[in-house]
């Protein structure tokens, strides 16, 4: 009886775990809709709740890192499970460091002026979607150890890549014919780069999941700069 009280404890911590994984990305996902969409509609006071919504993030964080050290400590888990909770600490790295990048972007938001700009906002909006099926997808093939799904989410960080760069030739061709832009163009940029980094990110913890399903590491694997 005792003994599986205490598996039945061990599954609901497991369980618990992979819980706030999923509502912290789910948190980071919404920070990252709202960020860019406070950029695109110049609104300043989305922006500014969105930087008060990192304070979730961060609490989530160590939430996961305490269940995974307490799981470590009394648990001792072995093979699969220990992989999934050393993993697990990982990957909640990786989302607060994606919740400090849509951060990055309201800062931007809030600096930019309000009056429409001739920027390429409709490709930062894809770069947008993207980055976050990328991080849905990671998360659910961890959850559900799909590794298809998480092959996927590295293939699909090459597109990111590729929008990125084209973000930053439009927008230095802008700056180049209109100094004055150089400036807001520099954010703009920034923001740019921010979510072409989320993508590294999202690509981190779908490696993360090859490796603790197949015991592959594909870091680093026939990767190259797109914008070359």
């Given at each position: 009886?005792?003994?599986?009280?205490?598996?039945?404890?061990?599954?609901?911590?497991?369980?618990?775990?992979?819980?706030?994984?999923?509502?912290?990305?789910?948190?980071v996902?919404?920070?990252?809709?709202?960020a860019?969409?406070?950029?695109?509609?110049?609104?300043?006071?989305?922006?500014?709740?969105?930087?008060?919504?990192d304070?979730?993030?961060?609490r989530?964080?160590?939430?996961?890192?305490?269940l995974?050290?307490l799981?470590?400590?009394?648990?001792?888990?072995?093979?699969?499970?220990?992989?999934?909770?050393?993993?697990?600490?990982?990957?909640?790295?990786?989302?607060?460091?994606?919740?400090?990048?849509?951060?990055?972007i309201?800062?931007?938001?809030?600096?930019?002026?309000?009056?429409?700009?001739?920027?390429?906002?409709?490709k930062?909006e894809?770069?947008?979607r993207?980055?976050?099926?990328?991080?849905?997808?990671?998360i659910?093939?961890?959850?559900?150890?799909?590794?298809?799904?998480?092959?996927?989410?590295?293939?699909?960080d090459?597109?990111?890549?590729?929008?990125?760069?084209?973000?930053?030739?439009?927008?230095?061709?802008?700056?180049?014919k209109?100094?004055?832009?150089v400036?807001d163009?520099?954010?703009?940029?920034?923001i740019?780069?921010?979510?072409?980094?989320?993508?590294?990110?999202?690509?981190n913890l779908a490696?993360?999941?090859v490796?603790?399903?197949?015991?592959?590491?594909?870091?680093?694997?026939?990767?190259?700069?797109?914008?070359?």
């Open positions: 009886m005792t003994r599986g009280h205490t598996d039945r404890e061990y599954e609901e911590q497991l369980q618990s775990l992979r819980e706030r994984l999923l509502k912290m990305a789910g948190v996902e919404q920070m990252i809709v709202n860019v969409r406070s950029t695109l509609d110049a609104n300043k006071e989305l922006a500014r709740e969105t930087i008060e919504r304070t979730a993030v961060n989530l964080e160590v939430e996961s890192d305490e995974c050290l799981i470590l400590a009394k648990r001792q888990p072995l093979a699969s499970d220990l992989r999934f909770v050393t993993l697990s600490l990982k990957m909640v790295t990786d989302l607060e460091r994606i919740g400090d990048l849509a951060v990055n309201c800062e931007r938001a809030i600096d930019l002026p309000d009056a429409p700009q001739p920027w390429p906002w409709d930062i894809r770069m947008s993207a980055v976050r099926m990328m991080i849905r997808d990671a659910e093939a961890f959850v559900d150890r799909d590794v298809d799904k998480a092959e996927k989410v590295h293939a699909q090459d597109q990111v890549d590729k929008l990125y760069w084209a973000v930053f030739r439009e927008v230095l061709e802008v700056m180049r209109q100094p004055e832009s400036q163009g520099i954010h703009v940029q920034s740019a780069k921010f979510l072409e980094r989320m993508g590294d990110h999202a690509t490696e993360q999941v490796f603790m399903i197949k015991g592959k590491d594909i870091r680093h694997m026939g990767r190259k700069d797109p914008g070359q």
